[in-house]
């Protein structure tokens, strides 16, 4: 399965973004759906987590403004992005996690600005 974020761009502090994770094929199999982010000349961290039974998970930093879903229907998993500070600014990813082979191929991500 190949996954691919779009929806990032350049937006003011306190503003809203969604992002958008396609699938190439169905996620309704896939137990773990991730999004991870990587700033300017940091590591990469994971920052919230969604199960195929719709259990959600975040990084502290995100909890209370970001929400992650999943539309199985439409093999995409969605990152609503709310109170954006300048310091969520960030290539972000998805991914998925499978038991036994892990974690899936990263794609390029997608760039999330948020201006002071």
């Known amino acids: 399965v190949q996954l691919q974020a779009s929806g990032g761009g350049l937006v003011q502090a306190g503003g809203s973004l969604r992002l958008s994770c396609a699938a190439s094929r169905s996620i309704f199999s896939i137990n773990r759906l991730n999004w991870f982010r990587q700033a300017p000349g940091k590591r990469r961290e994971w920052v919230a987590g969604?199960?195929?039974?719709?259990?959600?998970n975040y990084v502290g930093s995100v909890k209370g403004r970001f929400t992650i879903s999943r539309d199985n229907a439409k093999n995409t998993v969605y990152l609503q992005m709310n109170s954006l500070k300048p310091e969520d600014t960030a290539v972000y990813f998805c991914n998925y996690y499978m038991d036994g082979p892990g974690y899936g191929p990263w794609g390029q991500g997608t760039l999330v600005t948020v201006s002071s």
């Open positions: 969604i199960t195929s039974g719709g259990l959600t």
